[in-house]
């Protein structure tokens, strides 16, 4: 395989962009080597710029649910376009965006469309503290909400990739409002929550961890939280930036049962378009302005292009519940498959899944928090990410990363990746 056009890419764009890159994950600077440019994508499949094919786990890191330039999103994005791609103005479209979500969703009486999972989350924060008039968040050890500046802490994601500590230039004064405890710790939020009575706005957590590989509530857990947060006069947020339309229609709230009163979106709800959402129970989201004074706003929130792209995914996954099933079963038969391979192989490893969302991790005790996470082998995972790569399957390049299926995925496609983790492991380990 040759990789001659993105080598030169990858030196022409550090001239002009920060690291070459427009976000840091990208870069491949985790696990080596240069980034792949890309040129195209069908499908499960990408292409680079040296004509090299390859299987995609990441799918925009979750968007493309159903693969790349799905035929229905980009014949309705082409029909929108022409109406012009912004107005400043409102739509029906942006009602009727709002009605559908509201219609597969669980416990959302009101939406405000943003156009990033970041702004999502900032917002909700806002909202928790303008709502409960408190000022402290919670959140947990290597989930991350983005990149706003009180989420900068004991983040996931590339912040954990790139084993950044603190984050220069965001200052003592925001991180002092933001506590954090070990995903799936119950006791100790509890206790941080006595420890600071009165004070704490919102307790912010993904339901199904995906920035730390993907990481499963344990029994209880999160039942725990809504208690707690119920108790406290707390502010429950679910970020379902990646579970938000992935886990199920209604994400993590109806796959789990558990209700939250403030849900953040992205990812998946713009179909590949920059959208992000936050909603949830009336009585909180009746604070956001103009019909409170929790000030929030954007020049193309709720673009029509953005809005059209959304939508249009968003109503074939409605309309067509068989398709979780049938991701379900595509990652279920890869994780089956990956465990006869790994366990062949004989060294520790753990495989976590849920829906679709699959991590391997190469540790050899349960992987359920950023520590146990951070303790695997991750000079494996990288010499597993380049053999991997090597045999056209483009993993994320971070073991602090969810795999995210597509349905496009062919069975074919999923014994080829089988097949190719069986050759990796074998190459890595000689
Ligand atoms: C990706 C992600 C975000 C940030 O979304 P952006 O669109 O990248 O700003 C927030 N929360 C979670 C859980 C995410 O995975």
Redesign the pocket.
């Known amino acids: 395989m040759s990789y001659t056009r993105s080598i030169e890419l990858f030196e022409r764009a550090q001239q002009s962009i920060p690291g070459g890159v427009n ?1 840091p994950v990208r870069a491949f600077k985790s696990v080596g080597g240069t980034p792949l440019f890309i040129k195209n994508a069908k499908g499960a499949y990408l292409y680079d710029e040296d004509g090299n094919q390859y299987i995609d786990y990441i799918a925009s ?2 968007p493309m649910i159903l693969g790349h330039a799905y035929e229905p999103v980009v014949k309705a994005i082409q029909e929108q376009a022409v109406f012009s791609t912004s107005y400043g103005a409102p739509t029906e479209l942006e009602i009727k965006m709002a009605e559908l979500i509201k219609g597969m969703v669980p416990n959302l009486d009101l939406i405000r469309m943003v156009s ?6 900032m917002s909700a924060i806002r909202v928790a503290r303008g709502y409960t008039g408190k000022n402290k968040i919670i959140k947990f050890e290597g ?5 706003a500046d009180s989420f900068l802490v004991k983040a996931g ?1 590339g912040v954990a990739t790139f084993n950044i500590q603190t984050v220069p230039g965001v200052t003592a004064g925001v991180t002092n409002d933001t506590l954090t405890c070990a995903y799936n710790d119950l006791q100790a939020v509890e206790r941080l929550v006595a420890e600071n009575k009165n004070e704490v706005a919102a307790i912010i957590i ?1 339901p199904v961890a ?2 730390m590989g993907c990481i499963l509530p344990e029994k209880g857990f999160i039942e725990g939280l809504r208690k707690l947060c119920d108790a406290e006069n707390i502010v429950l947020i679910f ?5 938000g339309f992935r886990l199920a229609p209604g994400g993590a709230q109806e796959k789990l049962g558990i209700a939250a009163d403030l849900v ?1 979106y ?2 998946v709800i713009g179909a590949g378009m ?1 959208v ?1 959402a936050f909603g949830g129970k009336r009585h909180i989201m009746e604070v956001v302005a103009p019909l409170g004074n929790v000030y929030q706003a954007g020049t193309l929130s709720g673009n029509p292009i953005a809005m059209i792209a959304g939508y249009t995914l968003l109503n074939v996954l409605n309309t067509n519940p068989s398709i979780y099933k049938e991701l379900d079963e595509k990652t279920i038969y890869l994780r089956d498959g990956l465990n006869e391979v790994l366990k062949a192989w004989g060294k520790p490893y753990v495989i976590n899944q849920l829906g679709s969302m699959i991590s391997i991790h190469f540790s050899d005790k349960p992987v359920t928090d950023f520590a146990s996470a951070a303790a695997a082998n991750n000079d494996l995972f990288k010499k597993y990410f380049h053999a991997m790569l090597k045999r056209s399957v483009y993993l994320p390049p971070s073991a602090f990363e969810s795999w995210f299926l597509n349905n496009a995925l062919t069975k074919e496609d999923l014994d080829k990746t089988i097949q190719a983790t069986k050759e990796s492991l074998k190459e890595i380990t000689e």
Do not use: I, L, R
Request: glycine share 22%.
């Open positions: 976000s890191w979750g990033s999972g970041t702004e999502a989350c989930c991350y909400h983005g990149h994601s993904e995906g920035n970020d379902e930036v990646m579970n953040t992205g990812k920059p992000g």
